[in-house]
């Protein structure tokens, strides 16, 4: 049974970072392909940012250029996201999502990811 749990959600003020963490059990972490997504109060679900099985590649919304790195340490099944210059309008929910998939197409949709976390909260104050 895949499952993954985040953590690092919290209230910081804009401008400020947070390092989000997900970490996976119940998988063959290096075969599975991890994302980001965040759900904003009253919008959509919405990518944020994906990671190949090696960590070769990565994707980004473009809302997040430049400002959030994705990473993963297969020692460890974690994914974690850095998120700098934090804006108020990214208050959400954050979710990590994992599907099997150990090519080198980074998958930004929703349906693409079939196990999902429960999510941490990420407040950003202006």
């Known amino acids: 049974q895949v499952q993954l749990a985040e953590s690092g959600g919290g209230l910081v003020q804009a401008g400020g970072s947070l390092r989000l963490s997900c970490v996976a059990s119940?998988?063959?972490?290096?075969?599975?392909?991890l994302g980001w997504f965040r759900q904003a109060p009253g919008k959509e679900r919405e990518f944020v940012a994906a990671?190949?099985?090696?960590?070769?590649?990565?994707y980004y919304a473009d809302s997040v250029k430049g400002r959030f790195t994705i990473s993963r340490d297969n020692a460890k099944n974690t994914v974690y996201l850095q998120m700098n210059s934090l804006k108020s309008e990214e208050t959400a929910v954050y979710y990590c999502?994992?599907?099997?998939?150990?090519?080198?197409?980074?998958?930004?949709?929703?349906?693409?990811?079939?196990?999902w976390g429960q999510g941490t909260q990420v407040t950003v104050s202006s």
């Open positions: 119940g998988l063959t972490f290096s075969r599975y392909q």
């Open positions: 999502a994992s599907r099997y998939y150990s090519g080198n197409y980074g998958a930004v949709y929703e349906y693409e990811y079939p196990y």
């Open positions: 990671i190949t099985w090696s960590g070769a590649s990565t």
